[in-house]
């Protein structure tokens, strides 16, 4: 393994505000560049009570401006929602301000239930099946200038923003073997074709202008405190925002609880642990050997960390356990 990046959602706590979420991922930033994470991903999520990052490109700058030299990521950007147009200047514009830090991840899914998609782009559908041309069409912005082209993204043209497909399933796999592009599966929510995506995406990939050999990184929870308890407590909170979602019934981040059967039946218990399998959660013992683990398992190039985490303070010190095992582990 070569890398380990965090991927941070900037939770909305129950009796918080977005603006309070925003300055607690910058300082979360700010935390991660010191502990020696290379990567900084924020997520594009939209009508969610409980996550502040929808204007992904914003809350990015944000974030870019507090810090030094951390890299900045979408993780991603939803195409569909977007002209591709648009997100070339967007990106192009960050990597103007933040030369060589600027990272964009792309996503084929909403990000969201469907009336805000519809509201969003209201040809989505035909959006997502154009997913593979609008990739192109993005790459073409960040390329040089070609002769006669009349459509340019300013700033965004020349820049070659490294641009990564991200995906729960085959299909981004396969495409971003097929255009030689580095590829990051969603594991942490969407386990069960962690395998067989980094599979298909290796045998398949092709040599690019972008990349000379396959790029994976794979995301895991990461709930790190002095003790196993502790840790179990601190990951009630994403098992809640998550059975919340199954319920259809979203909101703010709420705090852990003693026992998860307090409030969630055992089938949606099951559900979460069946969604939340890839999670490392503990004292930095059980996480570094649920780490080492995965590692020999995946064989990923990058791991990409990540935690809903009540308690600001809490969040911080799993994240930082987190760093320190990891960079053992990659040297």
Request: charged letters at 20%; aromatic letters at 4%.
């Given at each position: 393994m070569q890398a380990f990046s965090l991927l941070d959602l900037s939770p909305i706590t129950?009796?918080?505000?977005?603006?309070?979420?925003?300055?607690?991922?910058?300082a979360l930033a700010q935390h991660a560049e010191a502990g020696g994470y290379?990567?900084?991903?924020?997520?594009?999520?939209?009508?969610?009570?409980?996550?502040?990052?929808?204007?992904?490109a914003v809350a990015l700058g944000f974030v870019a401006e507090g810090t030094q030299s951390i890299r900045i990521a979408a993780g991603g950007v939803m195409l569909p929602n977007h002209s591709p147009l648009v997100i070339a200047e967007q990106f192009g514009t960050l990597a103007s301000l933040y030369p060589d830090r600027v990272d964009l991840g792309l996503g084929r899914a909403p990000g969201t239930d469907g009336p805000t998609m519809m509201a969003l782009r209201r040809d989505h559908m035909q959006a997502a099946n154009e997913f593979p041309r609008e990739v192109q069409e993005l790459l073409h912005y960040f390329g040089p200038e070609q002769p006669g082209q009349r459509v340019r993204a300013v700033p965004g043209m020349g820049l070659d923003v490294p641009v990564w497909l991200l995906g729960s399933s085959l299909f981004s796999a396969q495409l971003a073997a097929e255009l030689g592009l580095p590829f990051a599966f969603a594991s942490h929510f969407a386990p069960d074709m962690l395998g067989d995506a980094l599979r298909v995406y290796r045998e398949r990939f092709k040599p690019s202008r972008y990349l000379d050999a396959p790029y994976a990184a794979a995301g895991v929870n990461v709930f790190a405190a002095d003790s196993d308890a502790e840790a179990q407590r601190l990951m009630t909170s994403l098992q809640q925002q998550f059975i919340a979602l199954r319920r259809g019934t979203p909101g703010p981040l709420k705090a852990p609880v003693?026992?998860?059967?307090?409030?969630?039946?055992?089938f949606e218990r099951q559900q979460v642990k069946q969604a939340l399998a890839e999670t490392a959660v503990g004292s930095p013992e059980t996480v570094r050997l649920w780490l080492e683990q995965f590692i020999d398992r995946t064989r990923v190039d990058e791991v990409i960390v990540t935690g809903q985490i009540h308690d600001?303070?809490?969040?911080l010190k799993s994240f930082g356990l987190a760093a320190e095992i990891l960079r053992d582990l990659v040297h």
């Open positions: 129950e009796g918080g505000s977005a603006r309070q979420a925003l300055l607690n991922s910058r290379g990567r900084y991903w924020m997520a594009e999520h939209h009508n969610m009570t409980g996550i502040a990052s929808a204007a992904t003693d026992d998860l059967a307090t409030v969630a039946t055992e600001h303070e809490a969040r």
